[in-house]
């Protein structure tokens, strides 16, 4: 989780970063429920054990999938979870169909060098 401070209100956003896949099969509404219960719990933990002066009411949960059906799937599984578990946490699901942003980062020096990094940060 990191937090994210909004230009216009000054208000801190917890925000975290998952990606919703099963390896070597589909990805099915277990899978989807079980990734949606263990990271809103830990959202809410973080935002429990926030000390200092970041601190943050509200998060955003921003998963990414390779296809829209996992994106249903997640979309009819969160509808299901419980008020509590749901709290105040914006969950955002962004489809790309990019397979290297699904796989593990590769510790051999030469495919980081080759510009396999899928994101790139956009300033405005």
């Known amino acids: 989780v990191f937090a994210v401070s909004l230009r216009d209100t000054g ?3 917890g925000v975290s970063v998952t990606r919703a896949f099963a390896y070597n099969r589909t990805f099915d509404v277990p899978d989807a429920h079980k990734l949606l219960h263990r990271k809103l719990q830990r959202v809410l933990s973080s935002t429990e054990s926030c000390m200092g002066d970041v601190t943050w009411d509200r998060q955003v949960l921003f ?13 009819a599984v969160y509808n299901e979870l419980g008020d509590a578990l749901r709290a105040n946490t914006m969950v955002i699901v962004a489809i790309c169909p990019e397979p290297r ?4 980062a590769s510790s051999n020096p030469s495919q980081a060098q ?10 405005g």
């Open 63 to 75: 998963i990414w999938v390779q296809l829209a059906r996992e994106a249903h799937l997640l979309r």
């Open 114 to 123: 080759q510009g396999m990094s899928p994101l790139r940060v956009l300033r």
């Open 11 to 13: 208000e801190i956003v």
């Open 101 to 104: 942003i699904f796989k593990e």
